[in-house]
């Protein structure tokens, strides 16, 4: 009984479906029958002979016949043939016009037509599928539903034990023969031709195939009747029929096809013992349809084949673990998708490539798109590194094999796709994946990491070599940089990209390794070391090599330099003191401005400008200032005093090529530098800490800010960054002016301190009078300023000096206890002086330089002067200090005040005129007689 209930379900599951197939059809026949006549009938009602059809000029269709388009013909245009015994007619052009929408010119003449460009994803193409799946989702179901017969037959026969393996394998395949084979007589019967049965053929075709699919993997996978080689034959030959098939019943076919190939190894499920094979498997039907697609060329079954692949590939991971096969089926998936698109061997691809297009599209410019074969290759590449990334996350073993296959991907883009230049981009993608597995292995503490980093001299071994990771890493990366290097070497046009590609593949990943790994730890300083110097070895030698190729050097040979100088400055972190690196660090800014002065290489003003930032960060904060306020004293001057001297000899040199942004940069260095090792000099001349420490930092932090506002005369991009440095600095050096001057002042502070040390050799020098003379020369030398700004600077830097001049008198009559109450005779009338001198000084400084607004100040200090004396001196001092205090500001007012009149008569006069033919008068010195 049992018996009967499954053979009665089995004919149901398959004959409904046929059934209604067929009856869809007949029906679909009938109405467009009838509908023929009705339009062939005459207006008054008497049969007519029919007009014989001239072939070489067809009748328009009307309107209802256009109506029905997208169930007439597949949603995505042929533009290649299908091949056939007899070839078609030439006259009969299909369908009324001889340029059908979607024919290339020339078609009509019978010249080969130029495939068009294939663009997958536009919206027309979504409109056209989901028109053809509104119409036609009856054929879709069906599809499924025949598919699934075969599967069905499996499962029925596994569940009931009424059949035999080797039966029910038999079953599902001679069932997938019997569809295939109705399908194909369908064909030849013109059933494709016909509106009523377009798309049934191709159906039943896809139907067999999945249920071949099916079969052949039953009997490896779930009953083991047959071995691997069996299994992958039988995937073959069904592969090859897909192939055929596809090419004579078109993308819908090719599309079921695929489906259910990729969908066939879950769908039967079962045991396996080692799955693995699988990515074999699906590698091949993902080839097959590249194939299809290279001939047929609908574009997106191509892109329906990768994604399906990776997306299989990577369920099969995501349950079994993917590994070595994972990586296997990545490879061959990035081979075929650059090989078989365009049938080569050696893939030529010609035209634009996808990150020039992103690059012109980033600089909102026109993009020229490449073509399709050339997205698809770079697709295809994208996600095989992708998935080494992936892989390489799982296990030492799968880490090294994710690092093996990125190098075979770059080695094919490199060397095997060399003759595409539309593919010079792709092998950034293996690089790019290769820097990744660095990065995500330290941050996740994998177990190659782990291998490394924890690992320590045995004891009972002294002869124990460390783990060799880190140097197997950096060979692979230099490897890369080698063979970019060599592709550099050759004359063209694509020289300079791959001299990028080399000085940057080894070079970031040994930044990388040293950044996270740490190699120094484990390897030790001088061997980690001698890694950076045989990169910058290899480096000098490819700048070389590129410098012959093109001829002299070049934008090329300046980032090679860049990246060799790079390596060194490495090297010299790992192994030198914090005063030589920081010196090393200076010595190789010298050396890219003679190597600009030398080859006339403007691209290295990048890494000149970097080491400036870099030295000048070294000068301030790491080591900086706290280290040279304790470091020995020839380890500072080595530090501050060598680079001031490569600063120096770099800015002549970039002078001599007229560089005026590295000028500015280098000019702001020594500022920077001279100003920050000044301020060191003195506070350690002053012994221990004290009050005027954050004096010391706020001068630093002035500098700093001072020299990012010279940078920021350059203008550019990074301006309003640099302003915003020199804000954040400004605020920082206020911050610590404003302590010096509230908390910890000597006079009136709340934590005042004794003042140590003579006068004017004490820490006031430091605490007051360095930030003023920073503020005067800033005002002096910042040209780029506005007016009003330098102005700004000159009076603060004025106005500190005169608190300095303040306290150091207050320090020569008091001593170190400045905050003592109270004013003495001697120190108010010394005030007085100060005031009468700086007012002398400054009317001296006006009439040398004919400056009104000099001698105004001038004007200003005597009034300040005459204040202080009426009101002050008069009522603080007594005795002979007051006799004398009068005296001698009467005596000094007469005398200026003589001067303040000679010096307007000369200002007021005009300039003397030079005799015709006789050298110029002497100047007007206001001064009767000699």
């Known amino acids: 009984m049992g018996f009967i209930l499954g053979l009665l379900a089995l004919t149901y599951g398959l004959g409904l479906p046929v059934a209604v197939i067929f009856l869809l059809v007949r029906s679909a026949d009938l109405q467009r029958r009838v509908q023929g006549l009705e339009r062939a009938r005459p207006a008054s009602g008497a049969p007519q002979p029919a007009a014989p059809r001239a072939p070489a000029a067809p009748p328009r269709p009307s309107a209802d016949d256009l109506a029905p388009l997208p169930q007439d013909r597949p949603f995505i245009p042929e533009t290649a043939p299908p091949p056939s015994a007899a070839p078609p007619p030439a006259a009969a052009p299909p369908e009324g016009d001889a340029t059908a929408p979607g024919a290339e010119p020339g078609a009509a003449s019978g010249a080969s037509p130029r495939p068009p460009r294939a663009f997958v994803f536009r919206q027309q193409r979504l409109h056209e599928a989901g028109h053809w799946l509104r119409a036609n989702w009856f054929l879709a179901v069906a599809a499924l539903s025949l598919a699934l017969a075969g599967v069905f037959l499996v499962q029925y026969g596994i569940e009931t034990g009424l059949l035999t393996p080797w039966m029910r394998v038999l079953g599902a395949v001679a069932l997938g023969l019997a569809l295939i084979g109705a399908g194909e007589w369908m064909r030849r019967r013109g059933a494709e031709d016909d509106h009523a049965t377009a798309f049934v053929p191709q159906t039943f075709a896809g139907a067999g195939l999945v249920s071949v699919f099916v079969g052949v993997l039953a009997a490896r996978q779930l009953y083991g009747l047959i071995g691997a080689e069996a299994a992958f034959a039988g995937l073959a030959l069904t592969g090859a029929g897909a192939l055929l098939l596809g090419w004579y019943h078109g993308p819908f076919l090719t599309c079921v096809g695929l489906l259910g190939a990729f969908a066939a190894p879950f769908l039967v499920g079962g045991e396996a013992e080692d799955p693995s094979w699988l990515h074999g498997y699906f590698a091949l039907v993902t080839v097959v349809g590249l194939g299809i697609d290279a001939a047929r060329r609908w574009a997106w079954v191509s892109v329906l084949a990768l994604g399906l692949g990776f997306a299989a590939a990577g369920l099969l991971a995501l349950a079994q673990g993917g590994g070595a096969a994972q990586l296997g089926f990545a490879l061959v998936a990035a081979g075929a998708a650059a090989a078989v698109p365009v049938w080569r061997v050696v893939p ?147 020289a300079v990209p791959w001299a990028f590609g080399a000085a940057l593949a080894g070079p970031v990943a040994l930044v990388l390794l040293e950044a ?224 010096t001057l509230t908390l910890l002042h000597p006079v009136w502070g709340v934590f005042p301190e004794p003042v140590p040390g003579p006068w004017l050799l004490n820490p006031l020098l430091v605490a007051f009078a360095l930030p003023a003379l920073v503020l005067l020369a800033g005002a002096h030398w910042l040209r780029e300023l506005p007016r009003p700004l330098r102005g700004a600077l000159a009076g603060l830097g004025a106005a500190m000096l005169a608190h300095w001049l303040a306290l150091e008198i207050r320090h020569l009559w008091r001593g170190p206890r400045m905050d003592q109450p109270g004013v003495t005779d001697p120190e108010l009338y010394s005030y007085t002086v100060a005031l009468l001198l700086t007012a002398a000084a400054l009317m001296a400084a006006a009439w040398a330089r004919r400056s009104a607004v000099l001698r105004r100040l001038a004007l200003g200090a005597v009034g300040l002067t005459v204040a202080k004396v009426f009101l002050v001196d008069m009522a603080g001092l007594t005795g002979l200090i007051r006799v004398v205090s009068f005296l001698g500001l009467g005596l000094s007012l007469a005398g200026l005040a003589m001067l303040n009149r000679w010096m307007e008569a000369a200002f007021a006069a005009p300039p003397p005129q030079a005799p015709p033919g006789g050298a110029a008068p002497p100047p007007e010195t206001g001064v009767d007689g000699p």
Not at 363 to 391: C, H, I, K, Y
Not at 633 to 660: D, E, K, N, S
Not at 679 to 686: D, E, M, P
Request: glycine fraction near 12%; proline fraction near 5%.
């Open 348 to 494: 030529d691809q010609r035209g634009e490539t996808v990150s020039g297009s992103l690059l012109r599209l980033a600089r909102r410019a026109r993009p020229r798109w490449p073509e399709f074969p050339t997205r698809l290759a770079f697709g295809a590449m994208a996600a095989a590194s992708a998935v080494a990334v992936w892989v390489a996350g799982e296990g030492p073993a799968e880490f090294w094999a994710a690092c093996a296959a990125l190098g075979a991907l770059y080695l094919l883009a490199a060397l095997w796709l060399r003759h595409a230049p539309a593919l010079a981009d792709l092998p950034a993608l293996p690089v790019l994946g290769f820097w990744a597995v660095l990065v995500l292995q330290a941050l996740d503490r994998g177990a190659v990491f782990r291998s490394f980093t924890g690992w320590s001299l045995p004891q009972a071994d002294a002869e124990a070599l460390p783990p060799a990771s880190v140097t197997i890493l950096a060979a692979g990366a230099l490897t890369a940089s080698l063979v970019a290097g060599w592709r550099a070497a050759a004359p063209g046009r694509a």
């Open 516 to 739: 996270l790994w740490q190699p120094a730890a484990v390897l030790g300083g001088y061997p980690w070391a001698l890694h950076a110097v045989a990169a910058a070895v290899l480096l000098t030698v490819l700048a070389e090599r590129h410098a012959r190729a093109q001829g002299g050097p070049g934008l090329g040979v300046a980032v090679l330099a860049i990246a060799a100088m790079t390596m060194l400055s490495l090297g010299a972190v790992v192994v030198f003191t914090k005063a030589a690196l920081t010196v090393a660090l200076a010595v190789m800014v010298l050396a890219s401005a003679l190597l600009d002065r030398r080859f006339d290489l403007p691209q290295l003003g990048a890494f000149t400008a970097l080491g400036v930032i870099v030295a000048g960060w070294r000068l301030v904060l790491d080591p900086g200032v706290a280290w040279a306020l304790d470091a020995p004293l020839a380890a500072v001057l080595l530090a501050y005093g060598g680079v001031l001297a490569m600063f120096a000899g770099a800015l002549w040199a970039v002078r001599q090529r007229q560089r005026v942004r590295q000028a500015v940069y280098l000019e702001s260095g020594l500022w920077l530098a001279g100003g920050v090792f000044v301020s060191v000099l003195l506070a350690r001349g002053l012994g221990e800490d004290g009050f005027w420490i954050a004096g010391l930092y706020g001068t630093v932090w002035l500098v700093v800010a001072l020299g990012q506002v010279h940078r920021a005369g350059l203008g550019g991009a990074l301006r309003w960054l640099r302003l915003g440095l020199a804000a954040l600095a400004g605020l920082v050096a206020a911050a610590a002016f404003g302590v």
